[in-house]
C-alpha cells in the first residue's frame, strides 16, 4: 500500500506561520494616550527640568569669571575654570584641607551612627527589660527639639570638656564628631528599630538553638538582613554631617580644621571681596562627595523601599 505526501500550499504555511506584526495591539490615538500616560510623561519633565536647572545654574556661575551671579544668566555664555583653580591655589582659604575634612568627618560620623544606631535598635528590638517603652517614647520626644537649641550649652560643654581633655574639646574635629553622634543617634535608633521588627524572630531562634549569642547573631545574621536601612542611615547621616554649618562654624575655629559648609562661606561673607564664582566652584565639587555616595548605595537604597516586608 502506497501513502502520497501532498505538499502543503502557500496559504496554509502563512496561515501557520502567522502574518508579521500580527499579535500587536493597535496604536492608540494621541488623545487617548495623552489621557492615559502621556500626561504623566509630560510631568516628569517638567519636574526634571525644574530639579535641573539650578544645577545647570551653579555649574554656569562656576565658569563664570565675572564674580557675581547677575553675570551669569546667560547660561554657559562664558567658559573659564579659573575659579576652579583659585579654590586650590589660595592662601588664605585652604579648600583642600576642607574637602579632606568634611570626607573624614562625614564618613567617620556615618560608620558610627550606623554601628551605634544599628546596636541600639536591635536592642529595643530583641531584648525586654525594665524602661524600655519610657526609652522609646523619649527618643521620640528628644527629636521634637533641634539641635540649635542646644548651641550654646554645647559650646559651653565643649570649652569646658577642652580644659580637661583638649582632644575632644573647643577647636577639635573629634569632639565635633561625638557632637554629631549625639545628636542623631536618637532618629536613626527609632529608624533602624522599625525595620529590625521586620526581620522574623525565628531566625534569632534558630540561632540561638545551635549555640549562637546576641553578638554573633548580630554581627552574622541581623546586620546582613537590615542592609538597605544601613545604607539608607549611612546616607543621610553623611549627607547631613557635610552640609551643617551651624554647629561646624561653632566647634571648629581654625581654618585647617573646618568643613566645606564652614570654609565656602567665606567666599561670600567678606564685605568687599565676594566671589560668587569661586564659590559655585566649590559647591560643584563639594557635590561629587554625596552623589557618588548615593551611586554605590543604589542598589541597597532602592531594596529597602520594599525588602522589610519580605524577610
Not at 589660595?90 to 551612627?113: E, K, Q, R
Not at 521620640?140 to 527639639?145: H, I, K, R
Request: hydrophobic letters at 55%; glycine letters at 10%.
Amino acid at each position: 500500500m502506497s501513502t502520497s505526501t501532498v505538499a502543503p500550499s502557500t496559504s496554509a504555511i502563512v496561515t501557520e506561520a502567522g502574518v508579521r506584526g500580527e499579535g500587536r495591539e493597535p496604536r492608540r490615538p494621541f488623545k487617548k494616550y495623552f489621557r492615559e500616560t502621556g500626561w504623566r510623561h509630560l510631568v516628569g519633565i517638567v519636574v526634571g527640568v525644574f530639579a535641573l536647572f539650578p544645577l545647570l545654574y551653579i555649574f554656569s556661575a562656576s565658569l563664570n569669571p565675572g564674580g557675581t551671579l547677575l553675570t551669569a544668566n546667560a547660561l554657559f555664555s562664558n567658559f573659564n575654570i579659573d575659579s576652579y583653580v583659585s579654590l586650590f591655589t589660595s592662601s588664605t582659604h585652604p579648600y583642600g584641607a576642607w574637602f579632606v575634612n568634611t570626607l573624614v568627618i562625614g564618613l567617620i560620623t556615618a560608620v558610627c551612627t550606623v554601628l551605634l544606631g544599628a546596636l541600639a535598635a536591635y536592642s529595643f528590638s530583641r531584648m525586654r527589660f525594665t524602661g524600655r517603652r519610657f526609652s522609646l517614647t523619649a527618643l521620640l520626644v528628644v527629636q521634637m527639639f533641634p539641635q540649635m537649641l542646644a548651641m550654646v550649652a554645647i559650646f559651653l560643654l565643649m570649652v569646658t570638656i577642652g580644659d580637661i581633655f583638649p582632644a575632644i574639646g573647643l577647636n577639635s574635629q573629634i569632639g565635633l564628631i561625638m557632637v554629631y553622634l549625639g545628636g542623631a543617634l536618637g532618629a536613626n535608633t527609632y529608624l533602624m528599630y522599625g525595620f529590625f521588627n521586620t526581620v522574623p524572630a525565628s531566625i534569632d531562634e534558630a540561632a540561638k538553638i545551635d549555640g549562637a549569642g546576641h553578638a554573633r547573631i548580630f554581627f552574622t545574621i541581623i546586620l546582613r538582613l537590615v542592609a538597605p536601612i544601613l545604607a539608607v542611615v549611612g546616607l543621610l547621616s553623611f549627607i547631613g554631617t557635610s552640609s551643617e554649618f551651624v554647629l561646624a562654624s561653632v566647634i571648629l575655629i581654625d581654618p585647617d580644621k573646618q568643613t566645606l559648609a564652614v570654609g565656602l562661606y567665606k567666599f561670600i561673607s567678606d564685605e568687599f571681596s565676594k566671589n560668587w564664582s569661586i564659590f559655585a566652584a566649590g559647591a560643584v565639587l563639594a557635590a561629587i562627595l554625596p552623589v557618588a555616595l548615593f551611586l554605590a548605595l543604589q542598589k541597597y537604597i532602592v531594596g529597602g523601599l520594599t525588602a522589610g516586608s519580605v524577610k
